[in-house]
């Protein structure tokens, strides 16, 4: 239809910036192309925490920006964690 790529990113990328490299990925010669995502609940429950059927209590229209939301959330979790960690092998060793 736009005469470009059409990408299909099958996967929610950990980091905002990879996402955006992916949509990058569809145009080709000055041709807009198209980008889709198609995800997994099993997935999303498996590395970002989402529980199985949440995004059914999202409106459509505003699942995209839920999802933003709960990877950044997850991410400022595990950094979190691992500054955690840090502090305590820092105390551990002095």
């Given at each position: 239809?736009?005469g470009?790529?059409h990408?299909?990113?099958a996967?929610?990328?950990?980091?905002?910036?990879?996402?955006?490299?992916?949509?990058?990925?569809?145009?080709?010669?000055g041709k807009k192309?198209s980008?889709q995502l198609?995800?997994?609940e099993?997935?999303?429950q498996?590395?970002?925490?989402?529980?199985?059927?949440?995004?059914?209590?999202?409106?459509?229209?505003?699942?995209?920006?839920?999802?933003?939301?709960?990877?950044?959330?997850?991410?400022?979790?595990?950094?979190?964690?691992?500054?955690?960690?840090?502090?305590?092998?820092?105390?551990?060793?002095?």
């Amino acid at each position: 239809k736009n005469g470009g790529v059409h990408v299909i990113q099958a996967f929610l990328s950990a980091d905002r910036s990879e996402e955006i490299q992916v949509q990058g990925r569809t145009a080709r010669q000055g041709k807009k192309g198209s980008y889709q995502l198609i995800l997994l609940e099993t997935d999303l429950q498996e590395h970002f925490g989402i529980p199985i059927g949440m995004k059914d209590t999202i409106p459509h229209k505003e699942i995209y920006q839920w999802l933003c939301d709960s990877r950044d959330e997850y991410q400022e979790r595990h950094w979190q964690k691992i500054m955690e960690n840090l502090e305590n092998a820092i105390e551990k060793d002095v």
